[in-house]
Nanobody
Framework: QVQLVESGGGLVQAGGSLRLSCAAS????????MGWFRQAPGKEREFVAA????????YYVASVKGRFTISRDNAKNSVYLQMNSLKHEDTAVYYC???????????????????WGQGTQVTVSS
């Protein structure tokens, strides 16, 4: 089992940047694919980005490609989401999630993830 704790959220003006961090407990962090999801008020949780267990493969939803970068440091049991050129529509609670490595396919939907953090609020003022 793994516990996930997000940090780095906050209030930022449109065009600004934030870096989210997710710290994981446990000694098997490198065996999990990791993802970031977000949920805006009144909307369903949506996939934002994911990274394979090795960090060799990354995936993004179209709306954040070129602006967000997911990365991980297995030595630090951490995954990150660098968010640049933020837009008002990026406002949401952002969640870190871990998926047990069942194979090379990195899940792109929330149902494929086994553990979740508590979320961190990101608010982008327009």
């Amino acid at each position: 089992q793994v516990q996930l704790v997000e940090s780095g959220g906050g209030l930022v003006q449109a065009g600004g940047s934030l870096r989210l961090s997710c710290a994981a407990s446990g000694r098997t962090f490198s065996s999990y694919h990791m993802g970031w999801f977000r949920q805006a008020p009144g909307k369903e949780r949506e996939f934002v980005a994911a990274i394979s267990w090795s960090g060799g493969n990354t995936y993004y939803v179209a709306s954040v490609k070129g602006r967000f970068t997911i990365s991980r440091d297995n030595a630090k049991n951490s995954v990150y989401l660098q968010m640049n050129s933020l837009k008002h529509e990026d406002t949401a609670v952002y969640y870190c999630a871990a998926a047990i490595n069942r194979g090379p396919i990195v899940p792109g939907t929330s149902g494929g993830y086994d553990y979740w953090g508590q979320g961190t609020q990101v608010t982008v003022s327009s």
